[in-house]
């Protein structure tokens, strides 16, 4: 009936990986409390925060990971990855190291692939123009090769977060419903 349609429910996880202090603790505290740390160091405690969002009439939830500071070890585990449908691949468009390092992060991504259907591809803080060392061009281009979608956001000045995300949870719906 359609009672029984209007109470179904979609669950998506999503994980976020990159170098450290690329900003992805901050990317998921603007996109689920809209907070923003300026002096955050490695990530502590919460593992996962979750966002709902509507879509078509259904309540989709988004179980959105955190590595807790393991990147710094390169100690993300399979577990991690394990059941995700989605992957935001982080770098800081002021650090070009962390832009090349995107490709350890590929190959991690494709060795757990099994379950993930949508990868976006991240140039976080873009509010940082003036000391820009990946292009815009760069970014896309990489994300073209790869097949991934390819956004900048600022965690700092909430640019963009809310789409990265939502791109993210749509296209897995797109891709399960
Ligand atoms: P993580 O290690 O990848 O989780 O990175 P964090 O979220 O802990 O951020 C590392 C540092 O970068 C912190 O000092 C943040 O305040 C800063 N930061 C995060 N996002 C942005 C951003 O969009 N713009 C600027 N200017 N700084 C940011
Ligand atoms: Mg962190």
Redesign the pocket.
Known sequence: SSDEESREEYLFKIVII??????????LSRYARNE????????IGVEFQTRSLEIDGKEVKAQIW??A?Q?RFRAVTSAYYRGAFGALL?Y?ISRKDTFQNVAKWLEELNAHADTIVTRMLVG?????ESIREVSVEEGKSLAEEQEFFFIE?????STNVKQAFEIVIREIYSNVS
């Open positions: 990159g170098d450290s202090a690329v900003g992805k603790s901050n990317l923003f740390n300026p002096h955050s160091k490695a990530t955190d590595t500071g990147e982080v800081d976080n803080k873009c509010d940082l956001t600022s965690a700092l000045d």
